[in-house]
């Protein structure tokens, strides 16, 4: 049971969980906050024990045993943080997780293209930005992440090996704790992001093990091959094949 009292006195932020939203069961947490237009307040989340239908990127389902986990989403109503900005809050969130977890659990956290966390190769996080427009008018931003926190064991077919906190740390985590610390993180980096996207840009790279190496990249049948030269400013992945670039905007990355 998580305690709402505990995750609360930790809290410290002016917008982020400020709406907290705790449900036993949803179909999937970014599907609410998307579809429910009387959740009105910039900085909402929506935290649930189980999802019947927790998405992933790509079209993935997304997995998280009933009661251990951290499976949440937040709800970005604020336009100055669309447009080009959304990659940056696409990586503010994955850095605040990697942030998080290490100075909670001195463990060190890598980032993986668009925005996986990672411990020691296998994934402890994924995350999944979703919109809702009005013609090409961005209305509603919905940040999702599903962070494996005390699940210690994991079934079914995975494109990388699943980890979670419990596993690396081989003892209880309190989510109470650790979703306050990544609330806290995820407003300070969000309102640097504003004025310093490039400071987002630099930590999420400083946790980026693969950027120089020779990588491929999937997109369901489609796969390519290069060395992973950068990300650029609004995010995307830069690959270099036979002297040229390419922006790659989607797709997994592993080594090659
Ligand atoms: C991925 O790595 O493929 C992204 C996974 C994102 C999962 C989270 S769990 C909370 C939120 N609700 C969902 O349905 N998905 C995201």
């Given at each position: 049971m998580f305690d709402i009292e505990k995750f609360d006195i930790k809290l410290?932020?002016?917008?982020?969980?400020?709406?907290?939203?705790?449900?036993?069961?949803?179909t999937s947490t970014?599907?609410?906050?998307l579809n429910d237009k009387d959740l009105k307040q910039h900085g909402t989340v929506l935290l649930a024990e189980n999802?019947?239908?927790?998405k992933g990127r790509l079209n993935r389902q997304w997995l998280s045993a009933r009661d251990m986990n951290l499976t949440f989403s937040i709800l970005i109503l604020e336009a100055k943080l669309f447009g080009k900005k959304i990659?940056?809050?696409?990586?503010?969130?994955?850095?605040?997780?990697?942030?998080s977890i290490e100075n909670l659990f001195q463990l060190r956290a890598e980032l993986k293209w668009p925005n996986d966390v990672m411990i020691a190769n296998k994934k402890i996080a994924g995350i999944l930005?979703?919109?809702?427009?009005?013609?090409?008018?961005?209305?509603?931003l919905v940040i999702g992440i599903g962070l494996n926190v005390n699940q210690t064991t994991f079934q079914g077919?995975?494109?990388?090996?699943?980890?979670?906190i419990k596993r690396e740390q081989h003892q209880?985590?309190?989510?109470?704790?650790?979703?306050?610390?990544?609330?806290?993180?995820?407003?300070?980096?969000?309102?640097?992001?504003?004025?310093?996207?490039?400071f987002i840009l630099d930590e999420w790279r400083s946790r980026c093990r693969l950027i120089g190496e020779r990588i491929t990249v999937s997109e369901n049948d489609q796969t390519?091959?290069?060395?992973?030269?950068?990300?650029?400013?609004?995010?995307?992945?830069?690959?270099?094949?036979?002297n040229k670039l390419e922006t790659i905007h989607f797709g997994d990355v592993s080594i090659s």
């Open positions: 410290d932020t002016n917008q982020m969980g400020r709406n907290f939203i705790y449900a036993e069961e949803v970014n599907e609410i906050l999802q019947t239908e927790g990659n940056i809050l696409n990586f503010a969130i994955a850095v605040a997780v990697a942030m930005l979703e919109s809702v427009s009005s013609g090409n008018k961005v209305e509603r077919k995975f494109n990388f090996e699943p980890t979670s209880n985590i309190e989510r109470e704790k650790l979703l306050a610390e990544i609330l806290n993180n995820f407003e300070e980096l969000v309102e640097i992001s504003v004025s310093k996207p490039k390519r091959r290069g060395i992973f030269e950068d990300i650029n400013d609004e995010g995307f992945l830069i690959l270099k094949s036979e």
